[in-house]
């Protein structure tokens, strides 16, 4: 298994909390994306980076940021969370291409009550 | 934006018939159609792919189609196993279908 280690792996919150996820790879891949699980929707992409420092919007990206100060780090902040944003999140990485999330970590099982 | 619909949403086979997932996309600039599956509790792993310059892939029991025209693609899963029950997702580049739920009874 390609080396993606996701943390917290569970975390219960409040409203109007921040929270920050993170996603730590040890494969050096240039490409990481964060995604969100809900029943009915499949995996939705919330941002994803192409580089150090270079992110971008995916399909759901309001009420999430994200940070890559460096190659191996991902995080995504929930600045103020809502019920609405208890979902599972998983992190992915890709080789060479953009737009091919190959390896997945574990997830983050977030509930926001 | 890209759209990715998949059908079935559940599909039930008996162990050794083959099972068929079916998805369409919307933006003809695709070119990157990957499948995962996604066991219980687990992680998405990628089990196989196609790229838009091929029309058909095949690994052991598992083979996807790709209709550019038509803009949709296929996977094709043979002599089911047990061990084939999960959740597949389809997806064109980083866009997913919803998911089918496939169940192989023994």
């Known amino acids: 298994d390609a080396g993606i280690t996701q943390s917290p792996r569970h975390k219960v919150t409040e409203t109007g909390t921040p929270v920050t996820l993170r996603c730590h790879q040890t494969?050096?891949?240039?490409?990481m994306y964060w995604y969100r699980q809900d029943p009915g929707h499949g995996l939705r992409l919330i941002h994803y980076s192409y580089g150090v420092k270079d992110t971008d919007k995916g399909e759901v990206s309001d009420g999430y940021s994200v940070s890559r100060s460096k190659t191996e780090d991902f995080l995504l902040t929930l600045e103020s969370a809502t019920s609405s944003q208890t979902s599972v999140y998983f992190c992915?990485?890709?080789?060479?291409?953009?737009?091919?999330?190959?390896?997945f970590g574990d997830g983050t099982r977030l509930s926001i009550l | 934006g890209e759209n990715v619909e998949q059908h079935p949403s559940t599909l039930s086979v008996q162990e050794g018939d083959s099972a068929v997932i079916k998805c369409t996309y919307s933006?003809?600039?695709?070119?990157?159609f990957p499948w995962y599956k996604q066991e219980l509790g687990k992680r998405p792993q990628l089990i196989i792919d196609i790229r838009s310059n091929v029309g058909e892939k095949k690994d052991q029991r598992i083979a996807v189609t790709l209709n550019k025209t038509a803009k949709h693609f296929s996977l094709h899963i043979t002599e089911t196993q047990p061990e084939d029950s999960a959740v597949y997702f389809c997806a064109a580049g980083y866009i997913f279908g919803t998911g089918t739920r496939l169940k192989v009874l023994a």
């Open positions: 933006d003809s600039a695709s070119n990157y």
């Open positions: 494969e050096n891949h240039r490409y």
């Open positions: 992915a990485i890709s080789e060479s291409m953009g737009n091919q999330p190959q390896h």
